[in-house]
Every structure is written in structure tokens, then in C-alpha cells.
């Protein structure tokens, strides 16, 4: 229990970030996110410590935070303390009213990305005594706030919907006598990485083309639809029908290939990657049908 | 107010194979849920779904299994069930495009997993359930399944005839996390609870934040008997800092359990001289927790679990997310040092008393998925038997809601002529509602009379007037205060050992949470995105579920699957081959039995010692 400084203390923003209305500050500079070096020594170095955070405030509806700002709050250090755990510490011991989704606590619900010293990460997967303090913690960039930490995800879903992000073989068959369809071992690896995408949306908020075009798939979308067109078991007219969704205008070659996605992703999917292996793809298939 | 054929509340697996099963079946189905389908907790499992595919193997060695894992208190027509349905699902997702893990013929990979007499398990690396998650999400989307996500159901908006088998379950109430707004959501066929575990009751868990037993409680308090709540399971394999979870598949693979003192102790100790690490999750989170009492673990909490001799090829290919998980939240290479694990909370096996078809016995009310309980997994669940239980139960319970004939039930459920009362155990407290928040079971005056616009009306006027309490009052006890306690209580008393002093002292300080509950507000004055309110309502529902679980193991005075009692240190299957259940009754809780049915298709499930 910390016997220091239990209340926080509120602040303006120290400068304006860019609020438009509700839109959060703008990741202009991706530095290498304020991370500490030695990470050993620096967790040795905090026990028995606070840990000082500053997060980012906004309520459209409350009195006091419909200017954005940021509040400070300084929490008991422990081992093995992850962004998640002290912003939870925050609202259950100081401030109820601090809001951002949470759920699995294990880097796979997807829920808790937030713009972190500068960086889109985890909250749950970030050891706070790897970043430099105050730790500040922002909703992600680009995306509308819609209250503290917590963002408008619908156009994020919206794009992913675009893809037609389902297998499309055949329709439901019928369960009797049903046989598995056979897929190498290889092919299954080759898909592995894409099907790991939790859809926390830390690449779509990283990209700056999808900052400046609305309607870009975006990482996260085509990342899916990769996953779809190189598995073997959709048939090849299926897969040039996901081509012809992915090189549209708003497509596959919109990436510019800054490899911020790749970058910030928390599960390491080579997103850059597959987006340039779709152009090749696409590529292909067009002069196929010169 | 909204209106749907099927109402399917919870967006994990089971409730997106129940709108799925009911949409094919012709309703209009609509899930609602307090997270967005992807946020499920389904997607934490790691290990896999049991399944008899292969040549050699059969449903009737599976069910045989999990019987026998259940120590005899699972219901025959309930594991047969999910025995013989289990392959055919899981290759029915294997068609909607599921990831699994291949052999070099490319068919679907298979381990073994513990307490399983064939390697049956089917996975997807170690993330089968981020697979199958993602996968049924993915033909929700396909179907044009209406989702209100981030939607939170408050409560259900069912009749209040006396006897809880007469009444029906008309819709549901939630309130919009983003808006705070409350509706009705009526369901003209049936809503179906997939509302997932009650973790949070326990603060070392393996469950995620939201796993707080909201359809366990709701049931409860519309009159449906909570069954068998005493058998939770705590998985051998948790990270000891966060309870984060190391699959059973590092011990399928070949992973070795190691004390202080750098002795197999699964062997040499005895607890399990065939299976080992293998054995039943019960038997082997006992036997971690006996090695750190007698003074062989390591910093006197955890042990070792090593899987080094895997070598890196194996471990990449089959485990590789256990890898970053020991690293993100244990700060350990499995790949070079041995991983510390300790049991943590993990599964409930009781829950909502449903029949094979997942009817409960309020009419037009069905649960599926871990809030329910069949029952499939009696006194302990097998590992990868949660995924098929999910696939299986919640396709039935969405086709018999949308109206297709499924057979009549072999299972019964309620209050009825097969049931036993309980009369014989002390009660340290009064347990049930402490009277002043009655925001809880059924809404409607009435009872028969009510018609299903009337029930809802009420309900969502029930529902406004509580949200506006707790939102008026300026100050007293906040949630977390409270949750805390009662996780705390929960861990302390009702934990894998427990003791008659132990889990009464638990009653006592479940109640006085009740009674602190009586004082709590909510702080945040906010109408949007509301987690404060959230949390709040949530607290209510983990400590009606934390008491069921208490009372459940108090009155069973007997040692079966993971329920051990101090005082009472063998299975007495004389007095106890019989589910206990907890029936609400306007929040004065009775507890009666129903004997388990052991009687399969083709055979009877003598109960056996249970060895491994």
C-alpha cells in the first residue's frame, strides 16, 4: 500500500495534442517509445518504490474532463508490474472513475493497446520498469476517444469486415461422416503468424496512411485476408476473388511499406511483410490473365 | 425495446456456436455481450478438444474417460453425449477454415493430454481457443449475426410464479457500456446464458476480469438451481506472480514437475506412479500444494516445470506461446531455465442445472458453456474436454431454443419428486440476500397473468431504478473494497484444501460483504463507458456465486474429484453419488440433491478407485 501521495493531481495538458474535439494526440514522433536500457538493474532499482504515471483524461459528459488532461498518480511499485497492472491500481485504489477495457490480463483478448511513452503497446504485456518515468498513457492515436483510454474500435471492426474475413469453401456441410480437408504442415506454418492477430488495433493506429485515408483497409484487415488467401484449402478462384478486394484503391497499395505496424504489433505478425507478399500476388494474378 | 427469435447472451465459444446453431435452425438470433466477441475468454484456452478421430480410438473410450475423471459424478447421458458429437464438431470447424496443427499427412495433430486414455486431443499450436474463437467469429460475421457488443445483460426478465418450473424467461435487460442506455431485449423463443466461468470469485485465477458469474447469478435468482458449485477446478500449471496459465499441453508434450530439491515428485512421491505429470488436474494440484507444505517447493510457493529437454525445434513448433507467456509474465526462457508454476483457479465444473438439451427448468431459459452444468465434467474436467463441451452444448441449446426437436431430455432438472432435501448441516450465517439491494430475481407481479411486454417493462424499470441508486448515492463502500475481500475469503478458505472451520469462516465473510454490498456506490458520475457501474453490479453477481460455491462445499462431507475435505478424506459413494444444487428462492437459499445417472446406452459406469 503506498502511504505517498494517494490522490492525484490533476494537470492541464502540457501542451495541446492536437485535440480535435475527441480525437486523441497524434503519434508524431515513434521514437524508440522511452524505453530504460537495463532492465534487470532498473527493476532491482524500483522495489519498494512508486511508479509515476500520468493518463490521459477525457469524459464528454463530466464536468472538469471535457478538456482533455492528464492526471498523475504514483503507485507502489511490485515485481513483474505491467502498464495494465498500475492503471488498475490507479482506478481501485485512488480513482474509480478511470476508465479503459481490460479483460484476459495475457496479450490474447486484444483489449488494453494503449499509446505508451509514445509507442502503441499492450498494457498487459509492457513491464513498467522497462520505460522511463512519468509513464505516460494515452488512448491510441488516430481513433476517437471515447472516454479516458477507451477508443471507438467500430471502424477498426468495420474495416476488418471488409475483407469478408471467413472461409469461404463451401457452405456449412453436413456434419455426418464428415472428413477433414488435408493442408501440409508447411502450408499450416506458412499461415501461423497471420492467424495470430488479436485485433487490438495497435497497427491501424501506428499507420500513417490509414491516418490520412479513412477508408485504407489498413494492417490488421489485409493481415487478415492474407491469412485467408494463402491457405491452401479456399480454391483459386476464391483467392482471386480476396485479390480483387485487396488491390482495390484503398487496397494493398496504399502501404507504403514504413513498417510501423510490423513494429508496434505485440505478437510479432510480419505485417509489412504480408502486405508486400499480397502485392506480389496481386501482381501475378494480373498478368495471369494478360 | 428490441426483439429477436433467440437471444444469446455471452459472445465466447459457446454462445457464438448456440447463435450460429440457431440461426441455421431459421430464428433471428441476436448475441449480446458485454465485450466484443474477439475479447472472449474462450480465446485464453491453450491445450485443445478432445475427440475420437483417429483408427484405434472410439466415443466410448472418451466417455469412459471422462467419467472416470470426473470421479462418477458425471451424468452419463450428458458425457455420451458430448463423446459421441465431439469428432464431428471438431472437424466441423476444421471446414470453417479453424488452423489446426497438422501430421505430416495432413491430417489434424492430436496429443495426449492427462487423465485421457488415447491421444485425443485436438490443437492449434498452444492458443486452440484464440483459434476457435476467432474461427466461429468469423461465421457469426459470415451469417450476418446481429452482435450488440458491449452490451451488459443486468438481468432476466422472467415470470415470478412460485415454482420456479412454471415460470418463462421472456428477454433479458442490458445497458449500452458506451450510452449507459437501458433496454429490453425480448426473446420470442428462448435466450440462451454462454456468460463463461466465475473466476473473479478467487483472486489467483487463470480467468480473465470479466469471468464474474453474471449468468450464473441471474439464473440463479430467476429460479434456476445452481448445481455442484463446490467443484472448481485449480490447474496445476499457473504462473505464480499473475495466474496466468501454462497449458497441460507442456506436460502432454513430455514437461516434468520438479521440486526444491529437484525430485519428480509426481513419482517419487507416489501421488501418480503410472500417469506422473499426467495424472488428473486434481490429483496433480494437490500434490504441488502438499510438496510446498512439507517444505519442498520453491521459495515455499511454487515448483518447476521443466520442458528444456523438448529442445527448442519441438517446443517452437508445438509450444511456442508458452514461451512468450513465461517470458511477458514470469520473466523465464523456458528454453533455458525451468518454469515456476502453482495452481490457480481455472475452471468451475457446476453451474446452471441444464438438461442435454440446455434447458434449464425455467421455461424458455437455456444455458451453455462453462456457466452451465450438464453435467459433463461431475467432480473434475478433464483437460480438453472445455472446448468440446462448448461446441457440443452450445449448438444443442441454440437449435432446441430456435425450435428444433431434439428428443426428450434423460436428465431432469428443478426442484422435483427424484430430489432429496438437505436437513442436516449447521449454517455458520443466514446466507442469501441481506435485504436492502434487491436488484435479483424475478420482476414481474403477477405471475402467470404477465405478459412477456409487461415482464420486460418491469424488469427494465427494475433495472433503471437500481442504476440510478447507485448512482445517486454520494458516498460509502466502493466495489473493489469488496471484490477484494471476497476473492481474498474465496482463495484463503474455499481453495484446493479446505477445512469445515475454513469454508465457515468464508460463509461469514461472504457475508459481510453482503452486507458491506448494502452500502456500496458508485463514483464516477458518468453515464458513458461506465466500468465503476459495471464492476458494481458485477460484485453482486460474484458474491451470490461465491456463497453457492462455499454452501456446496460445506455440505459435502466427502473427498471426490477436486473437492477434498480435511475432516473427510474418501469418496463415500453411499451418500454421494448425487449432485448437490442451489435453488434462490426469493433469496432464501434451500439446498437439495438429485442422484448423478450412471446408467450409459449401452452400459453402467461402475464407480471405480480412481487412480492414475
Known amino acids: ?174 456434419t455426418e461422416d464428415l472428413e477433414e480437408q488435408r493442408q501440409t504442415p508447411e502450408n499450416r506454418e506458412k499461415i501461423k503468424m497471420s492467424s495470430r492477430c488479436i485485433w487490438c488495433g495497435a497497427c491501424m493506429s501506428s499507420c500513417n496512411i490509414a491516418a490520412g485515408d479513412n477508408e485504407y483497409l489498413g494492417p490488421a484487415a489485409i493481415n487478415k485476408a492474407y491469412k485467408f488467401a494463402m491457405d491452401d484449402r479456399e480454391d483459386e478462384q476464391i483467392k482471386e476473388h480476396r485479390l480483387r478486394i485487396l488491390e482495390q484503391e484503398h487496397g494493398v497499395w496504399r502501404c507504403q511499406t514504413q513498417f510501423s505496424c510490423t513494429e508496434v504489433c505485440p505478437k510479432d505478425i510480419p505485417l509489412t511483410e504480408h502486405i508486400q507478399e499480397l502485392k506480389r500476388e496481386a501482381v501475378k494474378k494480373n498478368l495471369k490473365f494478360w | 425495446m428490441y426483439e429477436h427469435d433467440v437471444i444469446v447472451v455471452g459472445a465466447g465459444g459457446a454462445g457464438l456456436r448456440a447463435a450460429i446453431a440457431a440461426h441455421e435452425a431459421g430464428a433471428d438470433v441476436a448475441m449480446v455481450s458485454k465485450l466484443h466477441p474477439v475479447r472472449s475468454h474462450t480465446g485464453a484456452a491453450e491445450g485443445g478438444i478432445n475427440a475420437a478421430l483417429q483408427e484405434g480410438d472410439d466415443w466410448e473410450l472418451h466417455a469412459y474417460d471422462t467419467m472416470k475423471g470426473s470421479d462418477y459424478l458425471g451424468d452419463a447421458p450428458a458425457v455420451e ?73 443486468m438481468n432476466l426478465a422472467t415470470t415470478d410464479e412460485a415454482d420456479p418450473n412454471d415460470r418463462e424467461c421472456h428477454g433479458v435487460v442490458a445497458y449500452d457500456v458506451q450510452s449507459g442506455n437501458i433496454e429490453g431485449f425480448k426473446a420470442n423463443q428462448g435466450v440462451v446464458l454462454a456468460t463463461g466461468g466465475p473466476g473473479q470469485a478467487f483472486d489467483h485465477t487463470t480467468n480473465a476480469v470479466s469471468c464474474t458469474g453474471d449468468g450464473h ?90 520442458m528444456r529437454h523438448l529442445g527448442e525445434e519441438r517446443i517452437m513448433d508445438r509450444l511456442e506461446n508458452i514461451l512468450h507467456l513465461a517470458e511477458d509474465f514470469e520473466g523465464v526462457d523456458g528454453l533455458v531455465e525451468p518454469m515456476p508454476v502453482k495452481p490457480g483457479q481455472h475452471y468451475a465444473m457446476g453451474g ?13 431459459l437455456y444455458a451453455a458453456g462453462e456457466c452451465a452444468c450438464v453435467s459433463v465434467h461431475g467432480g473434475n474436467r478433464l483437460g480438453g474436454n472445455a472446448l468440446p463441451e462448448l461446441i457440443v452444448f452450445g449448438k444443442r441449446a441454440g437449435r432446441h431454443a430456435a425450435g428444433e426437436d431434439l428428443g426428450d431430455p434423460e436428465i431432469r432438472t ?109 463514483d464516477d458520475p458518468s453515464r458513458t463507458f461506465n466500468t465503476d457501474l459495471q464492476q458494481t453490479i458485477e460484485t453482486r453477481n460474484l458474491i451470490d456465486v461465491a456463497e453457492t460455491i462455499a454452501l456446496g462445499a460445506l455440505v459435502r462431507d466427502e473427498f471426490r474429484g477436486a473437492h477434498w475435505r480435511k475432516e473427510h478424506q474418501e469418496r463415500k459413494d453411499e451418500e454421494w453419488l448425487k449432485h448437490t444444487l442451489i435453488s434462490w428462492d426469493d433469496g432464501e437459499p434451500s439446498i437439495f440433491y438429485r442422484p448423478v445417472i450412471l446408467e450409459g446406452e449401452n452400459k453402467t459406469y461402475e464407480p471405480k478407485e480412481r487412480s492414475y
Open chain 1, 1 to 174: 500500500m503506498s502511504t505517498q501521495q494517494a490522490e492525484p493531481e490533476s494537470q492541464e495538458a502540457p501542451e495541446d495534442p492536437a485535440m480535435k474535439g475527441a480525437e486523441s494526440p497524434a503519434a508524431d514522433e515513434q521514437t524508440g517509445g522511452g524505453m530504460v536500457d537495463d532492465h534487470a538493474e532498473k527493476r532491482a532499482e524500483l522495489e519498494g518504490e512508486t511508479v509515476h504515471i500520468k493518463v490521459f483524461r477525457y469524459d464528454p459528459e463530466v464536468e472538469g474532463k471535457q478538456e482533455p488532461r492528464f492526471d498523475d498518480f504514483h503507485v507502489p511499485f511490485e515485481k513483474g508490474m505491467t502498464v495494465l497492472d498500475a492503471v488498475m491500481y490507479a482506478r481501485d485504489e485512488y480513482d474509480s472513475s478511470l476508465t479503459f477495457r481490460h479483460s484476459c490480463r495475457q496479450a490474447v483478448c486484444g483489449s488494453d493497446a494503449f499509446f505508451v511513452n509514445g509507442k502503441q503497446r499492450l498494457g498487459c504485456k509492457t513491464q513498467i520498469s522497462d520505460l522511463e518515468q512519468p509513464v505516460r498513457i494515452e488512448p491510441l492515436p488516430h481513433q476517437e476517444v471515447v472516454k479516458d483510454l477507451v477508443v471507438d474500435m467500430d471502424h477498426f471492426y468495420d474495416q476488418m469486415h471488409t475483407v469478408e474475413p471467413y472461409f469461404q469453401d463451401e457452405d456449412t456441410p453436413a
Open chain 2, 414 to 522: 428443478g426442484y422435483g419428486d427424484d430430489v432429496e432435501d438437505e436437513t442436516e448441516t449447521d449454517l455458520p450465517v443466514t446466507p442469501g440476500d441481506a435485504g436492502v439491494d434487491t436488484s435479483g430475481g424475478v420482476a414481474a407481479d403477477g405471475g402467470v397473468t404477465a405478459d412477456a411486454e409487461g415482464v420486460l417493462e418491469r424488469t427494465v424499470e427494475t433495472a433503471r431504478q437500481r442504476v440510478d441508486r447507485l448512482m445517486d448515492k454520494e458516498d460509502g463502500v466502493q466495489h473493489a473494497e469488496i471484490r477484494a475481500k471476497l476473492q481474498k475469503a474465496m482463495t484463503d478458505y474455499v481453495n484446493v484444501f479446505r477445512t469445515e472451520e475454513g469454508v465457515k469462516k468464508a460463509l461469514r465473510l461472504i457475508r459481510e460483504c453482503r452486507q458491506e454490498y448494502q452500502d456500496v456506490y458508485v
Open chain 2, 352 to 364: 446452471i442445472e441444464v438438461d442435454e438439451n440446455g434447458q434449464t427448468c425455467v421455461n424458455g
Open chain 2, 217 to 306: 447469478a441471474m439464473a440463479y435468482r430467476a429460479g434456476a438451481p445452481l448445481e455442484d458449485m463446490e467443484f472448481i477446478q485449480f490447474h496445476p500449471t499457473s504462473l505464480p506472480s499473475t495466474g496466468v496459465l501454462i497449458s497441460e499441453g507442456v506436460r502432454g508434450e513430455g514437461g516434468i514437475l520438479y521440486n526444491s530439491e529437484g525430485e519428480r515428485f509426481m513419482f517419487e512421491h507416489g501421488y501418480a506412479n503410472n500417469s506422473g505429470e499426467l495424472a488428473s488436474r486434481d490429483v496433480v494440484a494437490r500434490a504441488e500444494l502438499t510438496e510446498v507444505d512439507e517444505g519442498r517447493g520453491v521459495e515455499d510457493e511454487y515448483v518447476h516445470l521443466d
Open chain 2, 81 to 153: 453425449t458430448l463423446a459421441k458429437n465431439s469428432p464431428e464438431e471438431t472437424i466441423n470447424l476444421e471446414h470453417w477454415g479453424m488452423p489446426f496443427s497438422r501430421e505430416e499427412d495432413g491430417t489434424v495433430s492430436q496429443r495426449p493430454f492427462g487423465g485421457l486414455s488415447y491421444p485425443r486431443t485436438t490443437y492449434a499450436g498452444a492458443e486452440t481457443g484464440h483459434h476457435l474463437l476467432h474461427t466461429m467469429y468469423e461465421q457469426v460475421v459470415k451469417r450476418g449475426i446481429q452482435v450488440y457488443d458491449e452490451w451488459y445483460v
